[in-house]
DNA sequence: GTCTATATGGCGATAGAC
DNA sequence: GTCTATCGCCATATAGAC
C-alpha cells in the first residue's frame, strides 16, 4: 500500500470508537473523547469516516458479527438436545462475561434505529427457522416438552442476556454492590440456567 | 390556590415529559420537545423545574414507582406457590403491556446512573429479602425445587422483561414484523412462562 | 495523512417585558 | 405565570497549512 499509516490509524479510530459508542451509546459519545482514547486529532476521525453517524454504523455491524457468530456450529451438531442447549448458555453467557457492555449496547440500538438494525440482520443472513426446526424435530421424537420453538428460543436468550442489561440494578439490589459477587453470580448461571431450562422442557424416558 | 394555572401547567409538562424522556431517555430529548408536547414554551419548562436534570429525575421517580407496585400483595398473600408466582407473572406482564417503553427505559437509567437509581430504590423502600425469605420457605416445605432464590427472581424478571425490552428485534426477526402477532405473543406469555417455570421448580407430590 | 483553527448550528438556561 | 429574545457553551463538521 502506499500509505503506510492508513490501516493502523483507521484500526485505532474503530477500536477507541468501539470501546467508547459501547460504554455511552451513540447520543452520549463524544467524537471528541474518541479522538483522545485513539491518541490521535478529532478532525482525523471526520476525514476518515466523514460523519459521527457513519462511525457509529460501522460499529455497530463490527459489534453486532461478535454476538451472532456460533449459532450456526451449536445447531448442525448432531448431538442430543442437552448438550446442545448446555453449549448454547455456556457459549453465549462466556461471549457476555467477556463483552458485559454489549447487551446493554445492542438492546439501546434495537430501539433507537429499528430500520438500521434490519438491514445489519438482512446483510449478516441470519434465519431462526434453522433453529426452530430443530427444536420441532426434538419435539416430535419426544425428547422436549411440545411448546412453541419461538418461547423457547426467547426463554433462551432472556435468561442468558437480561442478567447483564440489568447488572448494575442486580448487582446494588442482590449483592449489596458486590462486584465480585455478581461476577460469580454471573458465570454460575452458565449450569443454574441450564438446569432451569432442562427441568422445565426435557422429557423424562418412561 | 393563588395561582389557579401552577398545577394544570405543572401537570401537563410532567405528562409531556414522561412520554419523551419514556421514548428518547434523557439523552435523546430536548426541552423544546417536551415544550411543543405540552403546548407552552421553553422557557416555561425551566421556570417550573430549572434545569433538565430535575425534571428528568422527577419523571424517573414517577415512572418507577409505577413498575414496582404490587410485589408486596404478592409475597404476603397465603395462597399456594402456583398462585403466587401466576399472579406475579401475569400483573408483571400485564404492566409492561401497558407501559411497553417501559423496560428500555428502566434499563438505559441502569446504566446511565446507578448511584441516582440506588437512591430512588432506597426511598421506595424495596427489600427483596422478603421475597427470597418467601422463596426459601417454599423449599423447605418441599414445594419447589432448592436453588437459589436470588436465581429464582431474576429468572423470573429475564422471562418477563426482556421480550418487551428487545421487542423491535424479536418482532422483525419472529414474527416478519407483524406488530399484532408480537403482541399477541406478549399476552400468550401471561401462560408460558408460567408453564415454563413452573414445571422447572415445582415438586410433584410423590 | 495529520494537524490547528474556525465555521456552523443546536441546545440548555436566563433576562426581562407583560 | 407566561412569553420573546438572547446568551453562552459545546459538539459536529470543515478549511487550510504542513
Redo the contacts with the bound molecule.
Keep these: 500500500m502506499s ?1 503506510i ?2 490501516d ?2 483507521e484500526e485505532k479510530i474503530l477500536n477507541a470508537a468501539q470501546a467508547v459508542f459501547i460504554q455511552k451509546g451513540m447520543d452520549g ?4 473523547e474518541i479522538a483522545d482514547h485513539a491518541g ?5 476521525v ?2 476518515y469516516f ?4 457513519k462511525l457509529y454504523e460501522a460499529i455497530f455491524r463490527k459489534v453486532f458479527k461478535q454476538i451472532f457468530p456460533k449459532i450456526e456450529t451449536f445447531i448442525l451438531s448432531d448431538q442430543p438436545i442437552e448438550e446442545k442447549l448446555t453449549i448454547f448458555i455456556e457459549n453465549y453467557i462466556d461471549v457476555l462475561l467477556k463483552n458485559p457492555y454489549l447487551p446493554t449496547f445492542i438492546l439501546k440500538e434495537i430501539n433507537r434505529d429499528p430500520e438500521f438494525l434490519a438491514s445489519v440482520l438482512k446483510s449478516q443472513g441470519i434465519h431462526p427457522n434453522q433453529i426452530f426446526e430443530m427444536f420441532e424435530r426434538e419435539m416430535e421424537d419426544g425428547k422436549i416438552r411440545k411448546m412453541d420453538p419461538r418461547e423457547l428460543l426467547v426463554n433462551l436468550l432472556s435468561l442468558s442476556i437480561f442478567p447483564f442489561a440489568a447488572k448494575p440494578l442486580m448487582q446494588l439490589m442482590l449483592f449489596e454492590n458486590d462486584k465480585k459477587a455478581y461476577k460469580q453470580f454471573l458465570q454460575n448461571r452458565k449450569t443454574t440456567v441450564q438446569e432451569f431450562v432442562l427441568n422445565s422442557i426435557l422429557l423424562k424416558d418412561k
Tied chains: 1, 2.
Design positions: 500509505e499509516k492508513k493502523n490509524t459519545s463524544r467524537m471528541q490521535i486529532n478529532k478532525a482525523l471526520h476525514y466523514r460523519t459521527k453517524q
